[in-house]
């Protein structure tokens, strides 16, 4: 019995040491996860640092990404491009023509160089010149209108996006809720109106009925009545005597 409690002390210390064990290896690998992704932040954060981004103003029809890709790759190495759509009325209508030529058109865009000094020399040379390229471009003779943002990061344009399409989904929903109190107070007027005229035609047919009953053919009676006795005719008349009208009259 001593041996068999001494083996099963034994080999709770075993599996508690090992359990240990497992747990600081747990511990060291989430440390060294940390330490890693720290160090990929900070390479990223020192990449970041050392990118520009160049702005541009107007972008020519029938442009694209790739395409300005092409043209600005030869400059220098480009990280990221975004292009912004054009949203007014006159873009719709150009927009629906270059839908139909497979091609969008874009008001503005930005370009992410992967170093400042490049980011500066293109933005420097190419303003104000001749785009250039192949000569049956669409785009050969309009000119670049670049700049180059100083102290500005790619996160701040997220940022700007995405608090642009906040407000213009906010724009959105109080718009369409407006809509729906116009759309419910029209109905509700229509319905005021039709309930109303509902009441007009019922009063309209109690008073048809109303008259077709009073309008029935008065039926006109005639009673027999005596003639009357004229003034000239008291003298013909034959006087009744005292006893006559005692005796009907019970007097005495």
Known sequence: MENSEENNEIDATTTTKSNEEKTELELKLKL?????LKKKLEKETEKADKRGVCYLSRIPPHMDHVKLR??????????RIFLAPQADSNARVQYKRARAS????????????????????????LNGEQI??????????????????????WDDLTEELAFKRATREQQVAIEISAAKKERDFY???????????????RIKKKQKVQQDSVQVEKVIRHFPQTKPI????????????????????GGS
Not at 102 to 125: P, T
């Open 32 to 36: 060294k996860k940390k330490l890693k």
């Open 70 to 79: 092409q043209l600005l790759s030869q400059f220098g190495d480009i990280q």
């Open 102 to 125: 497979q091609n969008q058109a874009y008001s503005e865009g930005w370009v992410e160089f992967a170093n400042k000094c490049v980011a500066k020399r293109v933005a420097n040379m």
């Open 132 to 153: 250039g390229g192949r000569k049956r471009s669409s785009f050969y003779y309009d000119l670049w209108n670049i700049k180059y943002l100083s102290k500005f990061k």
């Open 187 to 201: 109905i509700s007027k229509v319905d005021q109106s039709r309930a109303s005229n509902a009441i007009e035609e």
């Open 230 to 249: 004229n003034a000239n005719a008291k003298g013909s008349k034959t006087d009744l005597s005292d006893d006559f009208l005692d005796a009907v009259f």
